[in-house]
């Protein structure tokens, strides 16, 4: 990531790379009157397309000031935890199993991913096509089982895989799960727990975390009582804005 301004954004090089549009994302939560103004400043001479802002939910004058600046809401960011060193649910479940990832599961695995994370920021904001949305998610458990992530555990009934999640260990030493999914046909069925308690179960095995993290949508509220059954408590809340600043500023002046 290389800086736009100082200290204010960041150029994101692989979103930028990935969607074929110039974007960035702002390094702080929080706006003010004066970085709004070289925000916008910066943003318009870069140039950026689109510009990520991560809000801290109770400020209300950075929402204020991010809307006044056209930048719209896409998502709001809900993050769990639990801590370690509690036992977790059980991790079976009749005609169903999880086992670690193998490379003959990534077809699998990239076709469920297509298809299982459309409440993701991404598909709200009209600006991404669907599918290269898609793409994203394809590509992106495709990083986690080819090395970008510690542990990805399959689920399966009957030689058939029906799920996954990725695990890894965070910079501060905590536990992150990643992506979690389950194929259409087989939701319902307790899988996601499934997979959840043995990746958590992993945790607690086999690495020294403390506590366990995960992060979901708030329109997802399947996500959002999976992890609560599985002893996640809600710990933060955020906004997730976009804003299209060059767009906004060449319909200003049509």
Request: glycine share 8%; with cysteine; aromatic share 8%.
């Amino acid at each position: 990531m290389t800086s736009v301004g100082v200290d204010l954004c960041q150029h994101l090089e692989w979103d930028s790379s990935f969607f074929g549009k110039r974007i960035a994302r702002v390094a702080a939560d929080r706006l003010s009157p004066e970085t709004a103004v070289r925000l916008r400043r910066e943003c318009l001479a870069g140039p950026i397309d689109c510009v990520y802002l991560l809000a801290d939910v109770a400020d209300r004058e950075t929402i204020r000031i991010a809307e006044g600046l056209g930048f719209v809401l896409v998502d709001i960011r809900v993050t769990l935890e639990r801590a370690a060193g509690r036992q977790p649910e059980s991790t079976t479940l009749p005609h169903h199993s999880v086992r670690p990832f193998r490379s003959d599961d990534l077809p699998a695995l990239r076709a469920i991913a297509r298809a299982a994370h459309r409440d993701s920021r991404f598909y709200q904001d009209g600006h991404f096509q669907r599918e290269r949305c898609d793409d994203l998610f394809e590509q992106w458990i495709v990083n986690c089982c080819t090395g970008t992530t510690e542990k990805v555990f399959v689920a399966e009934q009957g030689g058939q895989i029906c799920g996954y999640t990725s695990s890894d260990i965070r910079p501060d030493g905590t536990g992150q799960l990643g992506l979690v999914a389950v194929e259409e046909s087989h939701q319902g069925a307790g899988i996601g727990r499934l997979l959840v308690n043995t990746a958590v179960q992993w945790f607690e095995r086999e690495t020294n975390v403390a506590r366990i993290f995960v992060v979901t949508q708030g329109r997802n509220l399947r996500a959002q009582r999976l992890y609560q059954r599985c002893g996640f408590l809600t710990s933060a809340l955020q906004l997730w804005f976009h804003g299209w600043l060059l767009e906004a500023a060449a319909s200003s002046h049509s």
